[in-house]
């Protein structure tokens, strides 16, 4: 083997040495780290070994996490989806939102095997205090497996106890020669708010058409999806179909500015749980973004809610990258809600 220096996905890598056989690559005395930097990154994994199936996953052994020179947490067995981002990084988290207060939260996990993984995610709460979740995950080549268990918040900070759910997400599949893609969810679980107690089933499909362009160029766009989903509770022998439809069509109208409008239906969004309740049931948007500069994004969109004639909702957000963080300040305008989350930045 030889030193080795290079890109892995979205992180850069380098180690002392490295092989390669039956397609994949070995790097000994490995560093991984999604921050371009010299001298010492603000984040990076170290391992006595790491293992790398190009465009599918990474596993590092004996790996440290390290934020510039503490380590924040160490495990025999790392392991990193390539094809797609983790729902959560390695590396701290942290934000405000107004109803929780301020938040910081660290992923630990240990990988069995080269699909399935232990994980505790502790998180912390100003307002509401120590809200860890736990689960085992079974990462497939064209699904994902997931058990889990602890208090779970959605993007209206509705907060819900599973105990435990199980879910099941099967990743786009193309349909025959279509142009269309279609996914798979089920969740079957015990949910728990201040209430009420119910086995919650949700069956979900979704069919979507790849993006339709109008130009050469690509600055026109028109995005297509409509879907189906059985919900059940066992808590009052509720169950209800939806079906839904969304469009989107979007123009470039530079390589900084974008603009777009859609529209979004559901024939029923009523739920016994306000977890992961969809808010507006016929619901027109649209919005406008401009790129600043290289670290930052400026944007703006509105949800109308057709079925009562009012504004939903305006979303104000600015995305600021600083090298090796990325900071985005969200300002709900008709809730009058401050959000603000604080991750690693990818490159």
Same mark, same amino acid.
């Given at each position: ?134 689960? @085992? ?5 064209? $699904? /994902? !497996?997931?058990?889990?268990? %602890?208090?779970?918040? =959605? &993007? ?18 193309? @349909? ?5 893609? $279609? /996914? !798979?969810?089920?969740?079957? %679980?015990?949910?728990? =708010? &201040? ?153």
């Amino acid at each position: 083997g030889a030193a080795v220096a290079g890109k892995c996905g979205d992180d850069f890598v380098w180690g002392e040495k490295i092989n390669f056989q039956q397609g994949k690559y070995t790097v000994y005395g490995a560093t991984t780290t999604g921050c371009p930097t010299k001298g010492t990154p603000d984040y990076r994994v170290t391992a006595r070994k790491v293992v790398i199936w190009p465009n599918d996953k990474v596993i590092a052994y004996d790996a440290k996490v390290w934020i510039k020179n503490t380590v924040v947490y160490s495990t025999p067995r790392y392991k990193k989806s390539l094809k797609r981002r983790d729902e959560e990084d390695e590396f701290p988290r942290f934000g405000y939102q107004d109803s929780d207060g301020f938040w910081i939260s660290q992923r630990f996990s240990y990988a069995f095997s080269d699909t399935v993984a232990a994980y505790a995610d502790f998180a912390y709460y100003t307002k509401l205090g120590f809200r860890p979740t736990f689960g @085992i995950v079974n990462q497939e080549e064209d $699904y /994902t !497996m997931k058990l889990t268990t %602890g208090r779970f918040r =959605d &993007d209206n900070s509705n907060w819900i106890r599973k105990e435990p759910e199980f879910r099941f997400d099967l990743y786009p599949q193309t @349909i025959g020669k279509l142009p269309m893609k $279609y /996914t !798979m969810g089920v969740v079957v %679980g015990q949910w728990i =708010d &201040d209430i009420k107690s119910s086995w919650h089933q949700d069956y979900n499909l979704y069919v979507r058409h790849d993006p339709i362009y109008f130009d050469k160029n690509k600055s026109w766009q028109l995005d297509l999806g409509t879907g189906f989903q059985h919900i059940r509770e066992s808590y009052d022998a509720w169950q209800q179909n939806v079906f839904r439809y969304n469009a989107q069509l979007t123009k470039k109208l530079s390589p900084a500015l974008t603009v777009w409008t859609g529209y979004n239906y559901l024939d029923n969004n009523n739920t016994s749980f306000t977890y992961g309740r969809a808010d507006v049931a016929r619901e027109g948007i649209a919005g406008i973004s401009w790129k600043v500069n290289k670290r930052t994004t400026i944007s703006y969109y509105t949800s109308y809610d057709f079925a009562n004639s009012r504004v939903y909702e305006n979303y104000y957000r600015i995305k600021q990258n600083f090298h090796c963080w990325e900071t985005d300040i969200t300002y709900r305008s008709v809730k009058k809600e401050l959000i603000w989350t604080v991750n690693i930045a990818r490159w």
